[in-house]
């Protein structure tokens, strides 16, 4: 119930496309998701976060869909560059310390 | 930078020596964590500190010391390590919320 299950585990995307990874989760006391964007030999780096009591969330070209009912969240690029080329995780918390639950990572490339 | 400060930022050692890396962040958070991540398991959590206490170790061999002296470091000592323990080490921190900010690692290279 703990896990966060995220895919695609790989991701190839021309170029202005749009990139979307998607994450499913099973505890309802969720109350928080952030998406990490990891370069590689960096850590990851919070990238966007939302909570349940909104269904999108826009910064720049990176949005997150979140559907309650399901339990899904997605993050979605908008005219994907090159430079987006790198590990997204999704992730999943509670309030207070206690730690995220990771996905597995999706390595997402971006093609010219 | 996210204020999540990792030295060394790459070790080699030998699986006889003793060696320890260091976090640091001086943002206010009250927890601190230290993940592996490996080729085989991307995001590994091995402990958690929360207010200098450790609440969460995940099974960690006894060759990984955490030691939190202060709100603000997190040591990760270690010692006889094995080669499959080569792997990027990273520190987070956070304040209350689960937002967690990360250093850029020590990449750990077993020989």
């Known amino acids: 119930q703990q896990q966060v299950k995220q895919s695609p585990q790989s991701l190839i995307v021309q170029k202005g496309g749009i990139s979307i990874i998607n994450c499913a989760y099973e505890n309802t006391a969720f109350d928080y998701f952030p998406w990490y964007q990891q370069f590689p030999g960096k850590g990851p780096a919070l990238l966007i976060a939302?909570?349940?009591?909104?269904s999108e969330k826009k910064e720049g070209r990176f949005t997150i869909s979140f559907n309650k009912s399901a339990k899904q969240f997605s993050l979605h690029i908008m005219d994907s560059q090159p430079g987006d080329s790198a590990t997204y995780f999704c992730a999943a918390g509670t309030s207070g310390n206690t730690p995220l639950v990771f996905g597995k990572g999706t390595r997402l490339s971006v093609i010219a | 930078e996210t204020g999540v400060t990792q030295t060394p930022r790459h070790l080699v050692m030998g699986m006889t020596n003793k060696k320890s890396l260091k976090c640091e962040q001086h943002?206010?958070?009250?927890?601190m964590y230290w993940y592996k991540q490996s080729a085989k398991k991307p995001l590994e959590l091995m402990f958690v500190?929360?207010?200098?206490?450790?609440?969460e170790n995940n099974s960690v061999p006894s060759r990984f010391s955490p030691e939190c002296p202060n709100s603000s470091h997190l040591f990760l000592h270690l010692h006889t390590l094995q080669p499959e323990d080569s792997a990027l080490y990273l520190c987070a921190s956070s304040r209350n919320t689960g937002t967690q900010l990360f250093g850029s690692g020590t990449r750990l290279t077993v020989v």
């Open positions: 939302i909570r349940p009591d909104v």
């Open positions: 500190y929360s207010l200098e206490e450790r609440v």
């Open positions: 943002l206010g958070h009250n927890a």
